[in-house]
C-alpha cells in the first residue's frame, strides 16, 4: 500500500477532535511563526515551533502511522519555546505579542496532552 495512503488512514482513525485540533489549530498556529522570523527572537520562535513538527514527519514515514511517539520531539523544543515565551513577556498589543501569547497557550496545552503521551509511550504503550 502506498506509504501516504497508510498515513492518511492513520490519521483518519485517530479522535476526530485530534484531527480538528492538530489541522486546524496547533499546525497552523506553529507554522505561523515563519511570519514573525524578521522580529526580535523570531527566528528562534520559528526554529523551536517548526523543528518538532519537521522531526514528526521522519517519524511518520518510519514508522508509517501516527503514534505516541510523536509527542517525544515535542517535549524539548516546545517546553523550551514555552518557557522563552515566558520569559520574553511578550507585549499584547503587538502582533508579535499577541501571536506569542496564542502560541504560547497552544503549546502549553499540546504539551500537557504530549506529556501524558510520552508518559505512557515510556511505560510500553506505543500506540
Known amino acids: 500500500m502506498d506509504i501516504t495512503l497508510t498515513i492518511w488512514k492513520s490519521f483518519r482513525s485517530i479522535p476526530l477532535w485530534v484531527q480538528i485540533w492538530v489541522s486546524f489549530w496547533l499546525v497552523p498556529v506553529n507554522l505561523s511563526s515563519l511570519a514573525f522570523v524578521a522580529e ?49 513577556r511578550p507585549n499584547s498589543t503587538t502582533p508579535f505579542g499577541i501571536y506569542l501569547i496564542v502560541l504560547g497557550v497552544t503549546n502549553t496545552v499540546s504539551l500537557v496532552l504530549d506529556y501524558i503521551d510520552a508518559y505512557r509511550w515510556l511505560k510500553g504503550d506505543r500506540g
Do not use: C, K, Y
Not at 517548526?50 to 517519524?59: E, F, K, P, R, S
Not at 518510519?62 to 519555546?81: K, N
Open 40 to 88: 526580535d527572537w523570531g527566528t528562534t520562535v520559528a526554529f523551536l515551533a517548526i523543528i518538532a513538527m519537521a522531526l514528526n514527519v521522519i517519524i511518520l514515514f518510519v514508522e508509517q502511522r501516527f503514534s505516541r511517539t510523536m509527542a517525544l520531539p515535542h517535549l524539548p523544543f516546545w517546553t523550551g519555546l514555552v518557557i522563552l515565551i515566558v520569559i520574553l
